[in-house]
């Protein structure tokens, strides 16, 4: 199951991706938000990384308007690797690399055609694994703390 999530900038390209991912048969549970009133992007990001952190949801995809403060709030929580992407390149790399498990996308940043391209590849890329694999388990070993500074 695919997580997805958006605040109000993201809302319209969420619902073109949401028809596109029906039309696949592509089972997705959307965590809102449901309208393009204003709502808190931490919110919604903290719903869908939760979903994937339960098992209940495999991966994700949050959208907001640049696509940054869904991965700053997506990327605070461990076990949660958060890629902002705007080519399809980077896309490809960070399944295959960093084994992405949330795509976030920037709705004021990238066109709806560009986005659905973006997202077919990160849906359809595997992880490398190998010596990637020891990259993403260190992932979680790095610390922001300067007690050691
Ligand atoms: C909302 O106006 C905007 O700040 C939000 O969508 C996002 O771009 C934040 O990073």
Known sequence: MLAIGSDHGGFELKKALLDVLNKQGIEVKDFGTYSCDSCD???????VC???????????????????????????FSGIRAALCSEPYSAEMTRRH????ILVLGARVIGPGLAEKILDIYLNTPFDGGRHARRVTMLEQVTGSDENS
């Open 50 to 76: 939760r979903a994937i952190l339960s098992g209940e949801c495999d991966r994700g995809v949050l959208i907001c308007g640049t696509g940054i403060g869904m991965s700053m709030a997506a990327n605070r």
């Open 41 to 47: 992007y931490p919110a919604i990001a903290g719903d």
């Open 98 to 101: 960093n084994d992405a498990n």
